[in-house]
């Protein structure tokens, strides 16, 4: 599957290359990989989010921050990397 960032994710993505941590850009890299071979379970704790949020899957890239996404027919679409939800 095709992974597109939405213009808050590219700005999440932009500040953690600014920020210089590597493991976190690392760890994003990893998650995203593993999204694409299986969106719904696989490392970083996959969680379907609720309410408001129905339909759109969360991951830990860490203790503060987390991927939120949500898969599509032909792709995965990633809404946010920064916080824990939008």
């Known amino acids: 599957m095709e992974i597109e960032l939405t213009l808050?994710?590219?700005?999440?993505?932009?500040?953690?290359k600014k920020s210089g941590n590597q493991a976190i850009l690392k760890k994003i890299r990893t998650l995203l990989e593993s999204i694409q071979q299986t969106p719904f379970s696989g490392i970083g704790k996959p969680e379907a989010l609720k309410y408001e949020q129905a339909g759109n899957w969360?991951?830990?890239?860490?203790q503060e921050h987390r991927l939120i996404y949500e898969v599509q027919e032909s792709r995965i679409l990633v809404h946010s990397l920064r916080g824990h939800y939008l």
């Open 8 to 16: 808050i994710a590219v700005e999440d993505l932009n500040y953690f």
């Open 58 to 62: 969360s991951r830990r890239i860490n």
